[in-house]
């Protein structure tokens, strides 16, 4: 079985167990506070696999699937069987932690502020997605045809945007930070991917 599978059951399970579990919930998203004040540094993870209803859990374990099924794949071929699936791990772990870590210096003392779900981990594997495949058709929206690349683009113009402007209660800012991570995670792991993303780019590109 996959580590995606894996993660996507693991997730599955636990975002179930709070749907029905307020404490338990309440035990595992982020508080920032509580995190600043009462060290409770474990939430900077546990946050990433507790989600607020199905939609938010479906939409993103559907984007895990879809692209982490990929970015798993191409991990095992550069890096061998072992290394690959650890590789991988790491880069879906480290990313919910660092698209965490913006949020925990921002809300720090704001006893009110919660934030839950796999959003930037999601985030981190789309981009790692796109290093590898720049131009491949990605769907805006599930339904407006986009290159990967361009898509990228619009992605983090409007988190950024949004996390400054916008009232919606979506964390903007972990999607921007966790897209960030994995695609700098990924050239960390392997540089010469950089190169060939830059390649892609200019030789591939639809437009010219």
């Not at 590789?87 to 720090?108: E, G, R």
């Not at 992605?155 to 960030?180: E, T």
Request: aromatic share 20%.
């Amino acid at each position: 079985m996959s580590i995606t599978l894996v993660l996507i059951i693991v997730t599955g399970l636990i975002s179930y167990q709070a749907f029905n579990d307020q404490s338990l919930k309440n035990k595992l998203l982020q508080r920032p506070y509580l995190e600043h004040h009462q060290k409770e540094y474990y939430r900077l993870i546990t946050n990433g696999f507790v989600h607020a209803n199905w939609t938010h859990l479906l939409i993103n374990m559907y984007v895990l699937f879809v692209f982490g099924e990929y970015v798993e794949s191409v991990f095992l071929s550069m890096f061998g069987a072992m290394k690959g699936r650890l590789f991988y791990l790491m880069l879906y772990l480290f990313t919910i932690v660092a698209s965490s870590i913006p949020t925990h210096f921002k809300h720090k003392d704001n006893q009110y502020y919660a934030g839950l779900g796999a959003s930037g981990a999601t985030s981190g594997i789309l981009f790692s997605f796109i290093l590898f495949n720049p131009w491949s058709q990605l769907l805006l929206f599930f339904i407006i045809p986009c290159p990967a690349l361009i898509a990228a683009f619009l992605f983090l113009f409007y988190s950024s945007w949004a996390s400054k402007n916008s009232n919606d209660n979506i964390a903007h800012d972990v999607h921007f930070y966790g897209a960030v991570f994995g695609f700098l995670f990924t050239v960390a792991l392997n540089p010469e991917v950089f190169v060939n993303f830059l390649t892609r780019v200019m030789h591939e590109s639809p437009f010219w």
